[in-house]
């Protein structure tokens, strides 16, 4: 028998059947990577017995069932993948066991339930990747403790309540990901303290209020690049200080119910490549200081109220189309 062996790589194959439950047996193992074969069945509870165990990935395959609670007893654990499976149930509690763990993936599943309180205190997260299954509830106070945490995707679930202020603690953020959920009320002030926030994505929500000043103002969230905020219950104009943005090149505002003029101050996006304004109630002339994003490819103004001229400049660009 294998008993000895540390490290077992058999990713991107053709692997069928289900994972043995002699795999407890590797006592001393410390990578497991089986991801991208078509590995069927659940995973075994005596995967909860490798208690060396510090990379586990079934990514990839086939497989069902429920994640089992014995592995909150991989207390070594850094990389956890079970992402694009099949499987169900909800996060068992014993996750916040895994105070090692820095990477957990379990997006595309059927997952259900709410995100566990326990989360919090894996407190070395830098990746959380959940998006893709049918988890509800809201989202604790206890995430605002996971201050490693560099990345966040929660979309397309059915979460709901409201983004709360202890995500103000997550300074280190750098991605926003809570699109295609039920998330309501207004954006917190204290995102502001996120000056690491690079893409923003919660679009297709139930998010009410003016367009959020805190997104533009106080100088700290220099480094938004991608901004989704399309499909929610905003209202309100357009903020001028959206201009200090000066790295963003996706602007995603449709079907928000804006008003108003587009500010001049859009023209100091050097960088935009693609600008969404469609659906709203936007007025006033076409903004024509748009023809200074020279680097824009993509252009939607469509059902809005505006009126003049479009100017000769706009067609130069390349790669360049318009929706109006």
């Known amino acids: 028998m294998l008993v000895s062996v540390e490290l077992f790589h058999a990713h991107s194959n053709n692997l069928l059947g ?14 497991l990577e089986l991801s991208t074969n078509k590995i069927v069945g659940s995973i075994p509870i005596e995967i909860g017995q490798l208690k060396s165990l510090t990379t586990l990935y079934f990514n990839g395959n086939r497989l069902t069932g429920s994640i089992p609670v014995s592995i909150g007893n991989l207390s070594k654990l850094t990389d956890l993948q ?12 014993e996750i916040g066991r895994l105070k090692s763990l820095t990477i957990l993936y379990l997006n595309d599943n059927q997952l259900t339930g709410p995100i566990p309180v326990s989360i919090g205190n894996s407190s070395k997260l830098t990746d959380l990747e959940l998006g893709g299954n049918k ?16 990345e966040i995707y929660l979309s397309g679930n059915h979460i709901s309540g409201s983004i709360l202020a202890s995500i103000g603690n997550l300074t280190s953020l750098a991605i926003f990901s ?5 998330i309501t009320g207004s954006l917190p002030p204290e995102m502001n303290n996120l000056a690491n926030l690079e893409y923003i994505f919660l679009s297709n929500n139930f998010l009410y209020g003016s367009l959020p000043e805190n997104i533009c103002l106080g100088g700290r969230l220099k480094r938004v690049a991608k901004l989704y905020l399309s499909s929610n219950l905003l209202v309100g104009k357009i903020l001028e200080e959206l201009g200090q943005l000066r790295l963003l090149y996706v602007l ?7 008003s108003g ?7 100091m ?13 936007l007025s006033g002339l076409f903004p024509k200081h748009l023809k200074l994003c020279t680097n824009l490819q993509w252009l939607n103004l469509r059902n809005n109220r505006f009126n ?6 706009i067609g130069i660009f390349s790669l360049f189309e318009m929706l109006i």
Do not use: C, H, R, Y
């Open 18 to 31: 289900s994972t043995p439950m002699s795999i407890g047996n590797l006592s001393k193992l410390t990578d």
């Open 308 to 313: 003049g001229v479009v100017p000769f400049q």
């Open 252 to 258: 995603k505002l449709n079907n928000i119910t804006l």
């Open 82 to 93: 079970l992402s694009v499976n099949k499987i169900v149930g909800s996060i068992p509690n």
């Open 269 to 281: 996006f050097f960088d935009l490549q693609q600008v969404d304004l469609a659906d709203n109630k």
């Open 178 to 182: 809570l699109f295609a959920n039920n």
């Open 261 to 267: 003029n587009v500010p001049t101050q859009t023209g």
């Open 135 to 150: 988890i509800d509830g809201s989202i604790s106070n206890e995430i605002g403790q996971l201050k490693s945490l560099e």
